[in-house]
């Protein structure tokens, strides 16, 4: 259960000149945010991503990536649980594409805004209760997601993962080493329920079993 970076080629975003933008959020404003619609998605910066638009720079190296890391042929099979719009799986199609996809998201939002080349691909739903079969998926894939739910919920998201996967994963959640990074995330976050240090981290992986791949969000 090794932590790597396989997001290392996603372009970095500058977030210290909106972080004091990002306190003065109201709690109402949360709560919008976390109905992730248009506001969360492409509304204003300071309620969510500001503009959630399909560019290459940002998953196609990333991709790659994944394909080189898990060694994925092309009949492989690859679901991203917290898909958005599709992005990722897009360029899965493009680059493997007699690959069999599926992502799911809570977000009606996306699903209705998704890219129309991979609708066929996505489901409605919560990472905590994924409609699949057991170790359906050679790869699940799973970024910025998980920890939007309370630490029940993250624990139970975690065992669907295992449960659906026939051994590859890889997560990437919100997990601070130190107080700086701590208050970071504390500061920037609008939506995620469980932010935690990450040797608490490593103690949930441990209490549910999961042995797959993992990177921390520290900023």
């Given at each position: 259960?090794p932590?790597?970076?396989?997001?290392?080629?996603?372009?970095?975003?500058k977030?210290?000149?909106?972080?004091?933008t990002?306190?003065?959020v109201?709690?109402?404003?949360?709560?919008?945010?976390?109905?992730?619609?248009?506001?969360?998605?492409d509304g204003?910066?300071?309620?969510?991503?500001?503009?959630y638009?399909?560019?290459p720079?940002?998953?196609?190296?990333v991709?790659r990536?994944f394909?080189?890391?898990?060694?994925l042929?092309?009949?492989?099979?690859?679901?991203?649980?917290?898909?958005g719009?599709?992005?990722?799986l897009?360029d899965?199609?493009?680059?493997?594409?007699?690959s069999?996809?599926?992502?799911i998201d809570?977000s009606q939002?996306?699903?209705?805004?998704?890219?129309?080349?991979?609708?066929?691909c996505?489901?409605?739903?919560?990472?905590?209760?994924?409609?699949?079969?057991?170790k359906?998926?050679d790869?699940?894939i799973s970024?910025a997601t998980?920890h939007?739910?309370d630490?029940?919920?993250?624990?139970?998201?975690l065992?669907?993962?295992?449960?659906v996967s026939?051994g590859?994963?890889?997560?990437?959640?919100?997990g601070?080493r130190?107080?700086?990074?701590?208050?970071?995330?504390?500061?920037?976050?609008?939506v995620?329920e469980?932010?935690l240090?990450?040797?608490?981290?490593l103690?949930?992986?441990?209490?549910?079993?999961?042995q797959?791949?993992?990177?921390?969000?520290?900023?």
């Amino acid at each position: 259960m090794p932590e790597v970076d396989l997001l290392r080629s996603y372009p970095k975003t500058k977030r210290q000149d909106l972080l004091q933008t990002r306190e003065n959020v109201s709690e109402a404003e949360r709560i919008i945010a976390k109905q992730f619609g248009q506001e969360y998605f492409d509304g204003p910066r300071r309620l969510g991503l500001g503009g959630y638009y399909y560019h290459p720079k940002y998953f196609k190296q990333v991709v790659r990536d994944f394909a080189d890391y898990y060694s994925l042929g092309s009949n492989c099979s690859i679901l991203d649980v917290g898909s958005g719009k599709g992005f990722m799986l897009k360029d899965f199609r493009d680059l493997l594409p007699d690959s069999f996809l599926r992502g799911i998201d809570i977000s009606q939002y996306c699903y209705d805004n998704c890219l129309p080349e991979v609708k066929d691909c996505l489901l409605i739903g919560s990472c905590d209760d994924l409609p699949f079969q057991e170790k359906e998926f050679d790869l699940v894939i799973s970024i910025a997601t998980i920890h939007n739910l309370d630490l029940e919920g993250v624990k139970q998201s975690l065992r669907e993962i295992i449960r659906v996967s026939k051994g590859n994963s890889y997560i990437k959640v919100n997990g601070f080493r130190n107080e700086a990074e701590k208050n970071a995330l504390f500061r920037w976050n609008l939506v995620a329920e469980t932010i935690l240090p990450v040797n608490q981290w490593l103690e949930v992986f441990d209490e549910v079993g999961y042995q797959g791949d993992y990177s921390f969000f520290a900023t």
